[in-house]
């Protein structure tokens, strides 16, 4: 005997809306925050916390097992009547202590510990209308909608394009593949550090080494910088002062090739992790690029590391230093010499992009989203800026470059973003 569809008897989204109207920060299915506390981590930059509803813990622990480091969520906050969404990075890690707790007292650790499994905590600078809101007036038990921890701003996301990597290159590149002990070296600028706490405190957990540089007007976290590097012979940091040449790498405030060479890393065999301004990721393409070009396999092995074997076979150098990089940026638009960086546009052509699902077509030579707003047709977006995520889709084929890091798509199904994509050559969507 078949079986027929049973409807619900009752919908959960039903229970849902009488349960937010007996305890707003109830619900089965939809992630909540409450605002719990403000901390200050410099003078720029403030910590919030948030207490998470039963929704946020389950979904988080089914889909990720908590998060990872470097992971963000995205906050809806109503301002008079008006919904914004951002992105915020989050801070630490599930069930991990966060840096302004006092090491020296035990009690006052574990009882922060306890509470903050079901804390998560973004930092932010009072800048802007939804910064100063949430900085400034949101008032304490403050109810937010949010998404669960995503990105892929991640040492799990570097192993996996890694592996791509390695698929479709010679053997000889296995060498150059990054596994559980690769070093690391994490570059941020101002507010950029935020994603950096829960890397180094994950990568410091698997005894791997940690370089940090961060640029920013004066010291954030200094001592607990210091903290971390007493407790791990693997950590070392850089917090280069833009104000005070005293701290600058290479007699730099800006970073440079110079600035890269003179931490002594061996960076074809580094991954790489940035977060900042267009400007600095644009510096370090540069840099990573004026590195490259000037590489020679016979006399630089400084900058290969444990990799002198492959250096002495003569190794076909498809494999990039740009490859090792893994961006999470942040700003307004994306500057011009950003653009330069990644590639000049001179070798950008008219195509064509077919929408399947709409039956429309567009020509662009530009990014997929500004050519399509000037064709009249208008798709999904958010921040404009590779952030926000909400102009992803998936292509069905052709080839597009990112133009936030210069690199093409392969020619089959893949999930770009809009925003930051340019059509080098016919392109289909699955829109």
Known sequence: MTSSYRPEIIQSAFVDFI?????PFWSLTAPKLRLIGRHALSEELIALQFEVNRAFRQRASDAHGGWHGGQHINLTIPIDGIYHQRSYSLIGLPQQTLCWSEPSHSKTVIKS??????????????QGLVSNYL?????????????VPSGDFTLQQAVLSSQARLSDNPPALAKLTFSSQTPLLLIAGGSGI??????????????RPVTLVHY?????????????????????????NTEDPASYLADSRHLQASSLLALNLPLLATQIFACG?????????????????????SEDLNLLGDLQSVANSKLDLRHSLRDNIIIERFGTALAAQAVDAMGKQSDIQTHTVYLRSRQQQFSSNGTLLL???????????????????????NKVSGVVKNI????????????????????????????
């Open 404 to 431: 936030q890091t210069g690199k093409l798509s392969s020619d089959g199904y893949d999930s770009i973003q809009t925003c930051l994509s340019v059509a080098m050559s016919d392109v289909v969507l699955d829109i």
């Open 277 to 297: 301004s267009p400007a600095l990721i644009a510096g370090l393409y540069k840099a990573v690029d004026e590195i490259e070009a000037g590489l020679k396999l």
């Open 216 to 240: 920013n007007r004066g010291s954030v976290l200094e001592s607990y910088w210091q903290l971390l590097a007493d407790e791990h012979a693997s950590f070392n940091y850089h917090l280069i």
């Open 19 to 23: 349960g937010s109207r007996l305890q």
């Open 113 to 126: 510990l306890r509470r903050q499994r079901h804390t998560v905590t973004i930092a932010l600078k009072p």
């Open 194 to 207: 935020t994603p950096m706490l829960g890397l180094i405190n994950q990568a410091l957990q698997h005894q």
């Open 135 to 147: 900085t400034q007036h949101a008032a304490i038990g403050t109810i937010f909608t949010s998404s």
């Open 371 to 393: 050519a399509a707003e000037q064709a009249g047709i208008r798709l999904n977006y958010g921040c404009r800026q590779g952030i926000c995520q909400l102009c992803r889709c």
